[in-house]
């Protein structure tokens, strides 16, 4: 077997949540119990419209790190739609993306295609507090409060056809909004992102409307996206409005830009390195440190193993990087 499972024992002490964190840990570790993700796939990876929603907050309980502040979520961010620089999406953002109204378009392979409105989108689902880690490729990590609701319960509603095998999404492209020169003519806009249908229906995936109990912040991709935790940063992708299940693997931004760099899964790996750097070690952002973050090693699938590695079993996570 290819894949290694690494356990919980083997986080490094220093990411231990110290007890005066901002927010209290055991308001994620005394969740609840829920049924577990091979549970939940038993069931079937096709969507079961009448399926009980996943509880997967037994499973994010076991994040115990301490967030990162408010500050610093929402002033380092990607979204290369408002510029390259981390500081470039919290000072456009905010004045220039027009999030009301907005509109959620479901189609393709389903047999409930529907513009939603946003808040028609989200109604029908649980609101849940989840703290994530975020790694991205660049080898930057913070950890999140997010607040948000399953991409599972939107695929159910959907319910993609037997043929549909992948989501895929896409991000709101309006250049008047969007200040980004440079990479105007570089990616095919809009961004696009996707997921094997089994991996949007675990319960880790996360449609995210918020962080720290608040409204997302525009940098951030208000006021919809994704989070897929054991993921590289940029599967999750921001502002979305548009979700579509096909048959064959969808293109994706990063892996069309630079296919030799990035690939569709984009799993993190500390032993698979980008041509250009090692993912063995991440800077984990932290402003009280001298050069603004401190340095910690990279889990596999950042730590969510126990949760997902059971979906690429066979897989050669060389090859399919
Ligand atoms: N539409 C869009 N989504 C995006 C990006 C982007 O440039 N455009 N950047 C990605 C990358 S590389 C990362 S690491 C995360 C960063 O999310 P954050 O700014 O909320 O930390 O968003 C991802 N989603
Ligand atoms: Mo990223």
Redesign the pocket.
Known sequence: MIIRIRNNSDIPSSEITPESAYINRRKFLGASAGIGAAAFLARGAAAAPSGAPAHAAHLAARQDEEPNTFEE?TSY?????FGLDKKD?SKYAPSRLVTEPWTVKVDGLCNNPADYQLEDFIKPSTIEDRTYR?R??EAWS?VVPWRGFPLADVIRRAEPTAAAKYVSFA?LWDPEQMPERRWRPVIDWP?REGLRLDEALHPLSLLVTGLYGKDLPA???APLRLIVPWKY??K????IVGITFTEDEPPTTWATQSPREYGFYSNVNPDVSHPRWSQATEKRIDSSKLFGYRRIDTQFLNGYADEVAHMYEGMDLQKHF
Request: charged fraction near 10%; proline fraction near 5%; aromatic fraction near 18%.
């Open positions: 979520i961010n990607n979204f290369y739609e999406p975020l991205c490729v913070m991000t961004y940098q951030n991709g940063g940029f999750s992708i921001k502002s």
